[in-house]
């Protein structure tokens, strides 16, 4: 029979706020070049210049910080002020020095979900930032394992069910980025929740998932993980008993 | 008995080459500020502010590079022309895209301890970064697991050799830097072979490790780790036997 063993979440905009820092610190560094030049494209410049650094820097804090700080020199022509390129690293001490807040409902939700499943954390970014904040949270006592990724696609999925011994229709991932939390898991064969974040960088929207796709459910706020994660549950139950 | 089951390996420096290029950048770092002050203490005072921002950076290139754009401020008193700023990105991503070399001897060594032990390969430092450096190395399929981890303390090992089901007293640690590779494992009541580097970052030099601890070897070279690895075992059984 099959049945979910195992439900993984994703941490930051999942567990807890991340991108409204990022969106904060993207728009002191709008204010910072703003002193230079008069443009209105500089949030897409930065991204295409944060976009071509992934390669090399990866996600999180400091490969933004670096990316920013190539961004400015670049849209200001080299005319900012090293007072001004120095505030952009002071941004990143402060991103990595913000508090953990979890989103409301995440720890009932967690919790409640942990009571029935094995639980697993997959996140992706920098692992010293992101190890900090898994300490922080209070909440990973709860889950089996903690995995910290350099990059959440289909072959790290596959990677780590092969190390969890779960099979990917007896998965399930709960996460707010459609890129790396739902489309790789879905085309392995596993289930999916989305939980839409109100901020999502840029990046993490650009996803194939198909609207109604199979083995996907969309909520509202963490409060409705547990009842999906069973509903679920439910479908896997019923299609190995109809197969 | 008592036998040595597994070995561990660190990586920069000790399999591959790595503080050449961190080396370089920071020439090219006293370089770039030495256009603005004339200073004798600009690596001190460099490295100072790198020791500072371990606690929020980590270890890797990105940290480095962020540190250095903050000491170049710093040490020009803020009169460093944003282009020399944008250089010291530019060397961050160049230390990211450098091959990886193997040191002299090192493949034929690994190989050799992999044939008589369960061997694993133990790496701090920047996710994205290592594990690009691992994917490139041609040696991690002899591995039977790559840990990357963000500080290798007591702590870190402790929390690997449970996970590998292997108790201190049949780990052997093979690695270049006191603090990080060497210290922590005999703490522990692993053992060690240290293979010195000729350039060291100082912050890895800073260790209690007393001349002559039991349980350590030096050796000048990767072609001498197997036999070392086959002393230490020796040793480890006899030991076994006397208690």
Redesign the interface.
């Known amino acids: 029979m099959t049945r979910i063993r195992m439900v993984g979440f994703d941490a930051d905009d999942t567990l807890w706020r991340s991108e409204d820092y990022f969106h904060a610190a993207q728009s002191e560094f709008e204010r910072i070049v703003a002193g230079y030049v008069d443009l209105d494209d500089v949030a897409a410049r930065l991204y295409a210049i944060e976009k071509a ?1 992934i390669a ?5 804090v ?2 933004m ?2 990316s920013m ?2 961004a ?2 670049q849209i ?1 022509d ?6 001004d ?2 505030r ?2 002071g941004l ?2 402060d991103l ?2 913000h508090p953990v807040e979890l989103l409301p409902g995440v720890r009932e939700a967690v919790e409640a979900v942990a009571r029935d499943f094995d639980i697993v954390l997959i996140t992706k970014g ?4 992101q ?1 900090k904040k898994v300490r922080d949270c209070g909440l990973a006592d709860l889950f089996r394992r903690i995995e ?3 990059e959440k696609d289909t072959a790290t999925y596959a990677r780590l069910l092969e190390e969890f011994d779960c099979e990917a229709r007896e998965f399930l991932m709960v996460g707010n980025s459609l890129r790396s939390d739902i489309a790789p898991v879905l085309a392995l064969g596993g289930w999916g929740i989305h939980v839409p974040y109100h901020l999502t960088w840029t990046h993490e929207t650009e996803a194939d998932v198909a609207e109604g796709a199979p083995r996907l459910q969309v909520v509202e706020r963490a409060g409705q993980v547990p009842d999906a994660v069973r509903a679920a549950a439910r479908a896997a139950s019923a299609t190995a008993r109809a197969s």
Do not use: M, P, W
Request: net charge positive.
């Open positions: 650094n090399l820097f990866g996600y999180g400091k490969g910080a670096l700080v190539e400015a020199v200001t080299a005319r900012i002020h090293a007072r390129l120095h952009i690293v990143a001490k990595l020095q920098d692992l010293f930032h190890e910290i990724v350099s």
